[in-house]
């Protein structure tokens, strides 16, 4: 099992405009099922939107809008709970976003991070997520809601908890970065801008590469994210490895 690899999200003034495609982590992995994330109920005391964000982070990770809606069904789960520095154990396979930072891990222009490095061999050639925890730099940023200032009206200079969160949670699904701009697995974001809250067909395409029907091994393959193992190998008659 690995550990303590971090994937982060940060702050910028200008979106990208380059265009490529979903990035997988490496290994390509998936949860044996649905996971489902235990969403800090402490909040994030400067969003006023009555429970400091908790309600609209949960929803957001439950929403039809993000990762649920890939086309796949439901891939993620999230509640709202205690998260503290005595349960928030990374490998401990209990998912956990949390809006501190107890690590001291996610700072500067980092706006959030996930702790992707905890996966298992399944024996079969493909591999398994165990963990994948949140942290959130709460305190270098301010922060709001779409329920403290929906669709942008009255923000100013300020970070959307939902999109942030929901890139975070695609990383913990086991997507990378992707360099298509608008997608919600960008690696920066614009104060104000909930853009990464919605996935866009970029995103949608890397889950279904992730958790869509899939090929065995030893079946005819023409790309990578056809086989279950993410390796089409073979030249001119390829097949999955």
């Known amino acids: 099992m690995k550990k303590n690899v971090l994937t982060a999200f940060v702050i910028v003034s200008l979106p990208a405009l380059v265009v490529s495609a979903f990035v997988l982590l490496s290994p390509p992995r998936t949860w044996d099922s649905p996971p489902t994330y235990i969403v800090d109920d402490g909040g994030i005391s400067t969003i006023n939107d009555g429970d400091n964000g908790v309600t609209a982070v949960v929803n957001a990770l439950n929403s039809n809008d993000a990762w649920n809606g890939a086309g ?26 949390t809006f501190t930072d107890p690590l001291n891990v996610c700072t500067g222009n980092c706006l959030a991070a996930t702790f992707t490095g905890f996966f298992s061999d399944r024996g079969d050639g493909t591999t398994r997520i165990d963990d994948a925890d949140v942290v959130t730099n709460a305190d270098g940023f301010a922060w709001t809601s779409e329920g403290e200032d929906p669709g942008g009206a009255g923000c100013s200079s300020e970070i959307y908890v939902e999109g942030v969160q929901v890139h975070e949670v695609g990383h913990g699904l086991g997507l990378g970065h992707t360099n298509v701009s608008g997608a919600t697995m960008l690696p920066t974001v614009a104060f104000c801008d909930n853009g990464p809250a919605t996935i866009e067909q970029d995103d949608a395409d890397g889950i279904n590469a992730l958790y869509g029907e899939c090929l065995p091994k030893g079946a005819s393959c023409s790309r990578d994210s056809d086989c279950c193992g993410m390796k089409c190998r073979g030249g001119r008659n390829p097949v999955c490895r």
């Open 72 to 97: 796949v069904g439901v891939v993620v789960n999230a509640v709202a709970g205690p998260v503290n520095a005595g349960n928030f154990v990374l490998g401990d396979g209990i998912p956990m976003l």
